[in-house]
């Protein structure tokens, strides 16, 4: 699917050139001159569906700021599982378009420059948009409330219905 | 200062006219259309040196999170005061060129995806470089532990030994 998609880019790029400012805007090509932190590891499957990338920026192992930071890459599609942060959350969204959506609630769609707090102990998800990737920097606070709880796949239907406005 | 920076912006545009793609990325055009954050708030002449322009992105009013964060563009010259965080600080560098300098050290160069640990209580500052504009999202962590401390300008002098490495 990866593979797949990396010929598609290339051969989007080969057909437009890049000759044009709003044609660069549109291929991969620009995207990633526009990236700011590099892709990190791919995300694991116990908390994400589809293909994501995750780089830890602030690990906090000495305990000093009570406080992790992570840039992740949802490609099209993509999205993290239910979960709830004991700490809270904040999500930058910095690329692409996306959702957030707290359990029981209408998603909010994201786009660059969007903020979301996410209260401790609300249970949510965040991701891509089908047709678009999305990038977002998380930082988790109060981090010595202790780490994420996890509570299963958003399913293709809560997916649909989400992204559906519904 | 700034109309005049205004007007030599309008006139590069129009002098280019954003025809190419090599030459829209070096007019500030292209800068408004990358940004991430809109500007915000002129900063205050207590904190900061030069034209640097604040947007708070968290508040944590209800002390949710025991965070906060902020957007800060500085331009080129512009630069903190000396200070520190009882609860340390996080800085994400989004875009141009800038410094960071813990007292006593050489300062470090900063660009686009660099991210910069401030431990607790540490007398620092951050800026621009002298020729770029340069962009942090910041995150002050353990709000509890209390407010940041000023302890003054970095002066003309500090500033040009900093940025030349001494």
């Known amino acids: 699917m990866r593979y797949l998609s990396f010929l598609s880019l290339i051969a989007l790029a080969a057909l ?12 991969g090509s620009n995207e ?4 700011i932190f590099q892709k990190g590891e791919k995300g694991s499957g116990e908390m994400f569906t589809g293909t994501t990338w995750v780089r830890m920026l602030v690990t906090d192992k ?16 993509a ?3 239910w979960h709830s942060h004991p700490g809270g959350q904040i999500l930058f969204v910095t690329s692409g378009k996306g959702f957030y959506q707290e359990k029981g609630k209408t998603a909010r769609p994201l786009v660059k420059g969007d903020v979301v707090e996410i209260p401790p102990n ?11 990737e999305f990038v977002h920097l998380g930082v988790s606070a109060r981090n010595d409330k202790g780490p994420a709880n996890w509570h299963g796949a958003v399913t293709a239907e809560e997916y649909g219905e989400a992204i559906n406005g519904k």
């Open 16 to 27: 437009v050139g890049c000759g044009g400012k709003e044609q660069c805007l549109m291929t």
């Open 32 to 35: 990633s001159k526009t990236a």
């Open 62 to 77: 000495d305990k000093a700021y009570d406080t992790q930071a992570y840039n992740v890459v949802f490609e099209p599609g």
């Open 79 to 81: 999205r993290t599982f």
């Open 122 to 132: 609300l249970v949510h998800w965040h991701g891509a948009s089908k047709d678009q």
